[in-house]
């Protein structure tokens, strides 16, 4: 499981950008997460407030976008999606067969939005 981990660099991103604006507590994290991270997220929330708790963040809410992951076919131009498309684990374009493709979206984590706490 590396949620864990995941989230202890999310709160050290969090905790830079609470001191540089001079917020002393975070309310709630809004992120989107990409297909193709391999986070799963029942997990990332499952270890969140642990992880939290003594820092700024503590007792905030997380809220995670999952990001469908998008591919680019290399021989017919066409956009698909990857997962709905992979046979034996293998990405294949549904529209020409082509396993020749670029990951447009989807092996993203970017925090979008925090909520400050009130005082």
């Known amino acids: ?4 981990g995941v989230v202890l660099n999310m709160l050290d991103t969090l905790d830079a950008a ?6 002393s507590r975070i309310a ?3 992120v989107d ?3 193709m991270t391999g986070i799963v997220p029942v997990y990332m929330h499952g270890v969140w407030p642990e992880a939290v708790n003594g820092t700024i963040c503590a007792g ?5 976008n999952m990001v469908k992951a998008i ?3 290399a021989d017919c131009g066409k956009d698909y999606e990857v997962m709905e498309n992979a046979r034996d684990e293998v990405p ?11 990951l447009k979206q989807g092996d993203q984590l970017v ?3 925090i909520e400050v706490a009130e005082e």
């Open 92 to 102: 294949m374009c549904p529209f020409c067969g082509s396993t020749r493709w670029t």
């Open 1 to 4: 499981m590396h949620e864990l």
């Open 33 to 35: 997460v990409g297909e």
């Open 71 to 73: 591919a680019h076919c």
């Open 60 to 64: 905030s809410e997380l809220y995670i």
């Open 28 to 30: 709630s994290v809004s």
């Open 18 to 23: 609470a001191k540089r604006y001079g917020v």
């Open 111 to 113: 925090i979008k939005e």
